[in-house]
């Protein structure tokens, strides 16, 4: 399922993915890959400077992940235009979910900005039950 969140002229589209060909469930480890595609909606562009993450499992465990970039990048994304990538996380538990933001930069301008990445579940198909 698709979840999609605009902010500031900037779309989010998330999908998670549970992947039971790389998970360990017997060693309480469930591997989920998310897609995500950030469109600009404005008439100019931007830049993906960092991201910030805050993850979640119903084992009570939860972390926060920060740094430049996604993926090795700060793509650039021009008016209209969209930037896609895949990542994974971990989680020692059946349920989780993620959230967080994008900080992004008005190419050519010093000020920042925050993307709300809207909060997505991260479910094993058999815990659904």
């Not at 469930?30 to 084992?59: E, K």
């Amino acid at each position: 399922m698709m979840l999609t969140e605009v902010t500031a002229g900037v779309k989010i589209s998330v999908v998670p993915v549970y992947e039971p060909y790389i998970s360990s469930p017997l060693l309480d480890s469930f591997i989920f890959s998310y897609h995500i595609t950030i469109s600009n909606l404005n008439d100019f562009p931007v830049q993906l400077m960092r991201r910030h993450w805050y993850i979640f499992d119903s084992a009570a465990n939860s972390r926060e992940v920060e740094g430049a970039g996604v993926v090795g990048e700060k793509p650039v994304i021009m008016p209209g235009e969209f930037f896609t990538y895949h990542s994974a996380c971990d989680l020692r538990s059946v349920r989780g979910t993620m959230k967080g933001y994008y900080t992004m930069q008005r190419v050519g301008e010093p000020d920042t900005f925050h993307v709300r990445i809207p909060e997505f579940k991260m479910e094993v198909p058999f815990a659904q039950n």
